[in-house]
């Protein structure tokens, strides 16, 4: 959905964007016009690929990415030699992922199947994995009822003995609301990212805009939004052990911000 409404964006971003008046179309960051920012962040971000793979490396079989998105954790999982299947809802999402396999080296993307699927409600035809991977805290786009869904899920795909890995993050309010940060892209183009959050509060909201140095003096200025639910690795943990999915290691990854860490944690059906 595309608006040049700006009175949803909270906190700094909203002020901003209020500056720049009818001029902001706002998007949301996984709808057509946000698939490819998302895209170009994703393929430079290289955080937990490191920590997943190897977690993989060590149970062997074919392995199911859920929210598999263009395939930032598609391809490293494919270099392990694995067979694939990739589930992402979003169908913008599901055409650069298929892209990008075609334009993979030969053999990698013979390997992969690529299912457009919701994470929270679905059925591979009796297909089990030794592995269901869900990474970039994808978890927190789902409330409770999705990720009951989900859990429910994972365990009636998953192999006896198998692992269900995600990623969650820790958030540290001290440093205030907003936390203004900017990084680049995989094609260098750079991106002013901010999160608006307040202790407490049970959903972050991030939006991502042109660095102000680059921002046109004329002409649209494209904002791209999503909102990101908070989840402690403490209370998923709680969470997966009442669905019957009992969290057996967490590991603590490198620091991604000021005010995030991330966690990888992973569960075995009990």
């Given at each position: 959905m595309t608006t040049t409404r700006t009175a949803a964006v909270p906190g700094l971003a909203g002020e901003i964007l209020a500056g720049y008046g009818d001029r902001v179309h706002v998007h949301d960051l996984y709808d057509e016009a946000g698939a490819s920012v998302y895209h170009d962040l994703a393929a430079a971000d290289t955080s937990e690929i490191r920590e997943l793979t190897r977690a993989v490396r060590a149970v062997p079989g074919p392995v199911l990415e859920l929210a598999a998105g263009s395939g930032r954790l598609t391809l490293p999982l494919l270099a392990l030699g694995r067979e694939v299947t990739a589930l992402e809802l979003k169908e913008s999402m599901v055409a650069l992922l298929k892209e990008r396999l075609a334009e993979a080296p030969a053999g990698i993307g013979g390997r992969c199947t690529v299912v457009q699927g919701d994470m929270s409600a679905f059925a591979l035809g009796g297909a089990t994995f030794a592995v269901v991977v869900l990474g970039t805290t994808s978890i927190s786009l789902l409330d409770a009822d999705g990720r009951a869904g989900l859990y429910a899920a994972v365990r009636a795909h998953l192999r006896p003995g198998g692992r269900f890995l995600l990623s969650t993050v820790d958030v540290d309010g001290a440093d205030g609301d907003d936390l203004d940060l900017e990084a680049a892209g995989a094609s260098g183009r750079r991106y002013?990212?901010?999160?608006?959050?307040?202790?407490?509060?049970?959903?972050?909201?991030?939006?991502?805009?042109?660095?102000?140095?680059?921002?046109?003096?004329?002409?649209?200025?494209?904002?791209?939004?999503?909102?990101?639910?908070?989840?402690p690795p403490d209370d998923l943990t709680r969470e997966l052990a009442s669905a019957g999915l009992r969290v057996v290691a967490r590991h603590t990854l490198p620091a991604a911000s000021p005010r995030h860490t991330d966690v990888l944690l992973e569960a075995e059906a009990a």
């Open positions: 002013r990212m901010i999160e608006h959050w307040r202790s407490g509060q049970e959903v972050r909201k991030v939006t991502i805009l042109p660095p102000e140095r680059e921002t046109p003096q004329d002409g649209p200025v494209p904002a791209f939004t999503t909102a990101i639910r908070v989840l």
